[in-house]
């Protein structure tokens, strides 16, 4: 996956700055193509696996939901699991939750606090897969420091479909 996609979008993303996270296909071969191919704010504590930044009145939040997930090698011959990450799941909650105490304080510089991450806390998608069979720990972790610190919206993929939900709490 890595290779194919990175080569296929390096024309535009030379060209067009991006924010990123990972995602499931970067959780493969422990993040390395994902690591070695970007470079987002705060890469020498984070390996580029979360991070946040300010632009204009809004803060952000990068968040990595894969460090929660154990993977297995799909190229032959290599036969390897990758993760969990528990440590660097650790080091990400203190990250997070050091930065949003910041950015609170910080609120009428920077009255929006946004953060997105790969896999949704919720889905309502009947595939049986993520959030209905599949461990929740980064939502264990995140969703209530989120809401204490009034996180304005959070941004979620994985699940190929679009939902919108009210607000959780």
């Known amino acids: 996956w890595g290779d194919a996609w990175f080569n296929f979008v390096e024309p535009l993303y030379a060209r067009v700055p991006v924010m990123v996270c990972p995602g499931n296909h970067e959780g493969m071969y422990d993040f390395l193509n994902y690591r070695e191919r970007f470079s987002m704010p ?6 580029n ?8 009145n809004t803060h952000w939040i990068a968040y990595d939901t894969e460090v929660y997930f154990q993977y297995g090698a799909m190229d032959q011959p290599v036969r390897r699991n990758f993760g969990p990450y528990p440590d660097i799941a650790q080091a990400q909650l203190h990250f997070i939750e050091d930065d949003l105490n910041k950015a609170s304080r910080e609120r009428a510089l920077r009255p929006w606090i946004v953060a997105f991450g790969h ?27 989120f809401f204490e610190h009034g996180v304005d919206i959070v941004f979620e993929a994985h699940q190929h479909s679009y939902e919108r939900l009210w607000p959780t709490y």
């Not at 949704?120 to 972790?141: E, G, H, I, L, T």
């Open 49 to 56: 696996l979360y991070y946040s930044f300010d632009a204009g």
């Open 119 to 145: 896999r949704p806390f919720y889905c309502s998608d009947s595939d049986n897969d993520d959030c209905v069979k599949m461990q929740d720990q980064w939502r264990v972790d995140l969703e209530k420091l």
């Open 42 to 47: 705060g890469r020498a504590h984070s390996q």
